[in-house]
């Protein structure tokens, strides 16, 4: 296998929480809080200085449902996912180490797309690897999702 080391790392922080205010709480400064709170970003700094580099991408819902559609917030999902997508895909064409930090699983969607659509280019191989961490248990059906 023959692989490299990455030009730079980054985060790209999308804080997407889509339970509206069903849970009491709001996850869309949960990347945020990782990155500060967490010394995520001050950890990324000190080990890849001037090659770090952090994104945001707005995931507020334009709506939490639109009429007849079936799945909730549809529209908001693909949005996110091609955004995601595009910016990812273009770190990795660059040779960055890309993270992705969501307030909701969706997001994961646009940063398999980008990492699936990006040119590795050479023989080179990307090894992709998606950490899921969760606060609760998503079962939902159509009716109370």
Not at 29 to 42: A, V, W
Not at 82 to 109: C, H, M, P, Y
């Amino acid at each position: 296998m023959n692989t490299r080391f990455p030009s730079k790392v980054a985060v790209i922080s999308v804080g997407m929480d889509l339970s509206g205010s069903d849970w009491g709480h709001d996850l869309t400064n949960g990347p945020e809080h990782i990155l500060k709170n967490g010394g995520l970003e001050k950890f990324l700094r000190s080990k890849f200085r001037g090659r770090f580099e952090k994104y945001s991408i707005d995931a507020t819902p334009a709506a939490l449902q639109r009429p007849g559609q079936e799945i909730a917030h549809l529209d908001d999902i693909v949005r996110v996912s091609k955004e995601v997508q595009t910016l990812s895909q273009r770190l990795w064409n660059e040779g960055a180490f890309v993270i992705v930090l969501g307030g909701e699983q969706t997001v994961d969607l646009g940063f398999v797309a980008g990492a699936a659509t990006s040119d590795v280019g050479d023989g080179q191989q990307r090894i992709l690897s998606v950490t899921s961490f969760d606060g609760h248990l998503d079962c939902n059906t159509l009716e109370t999702s």
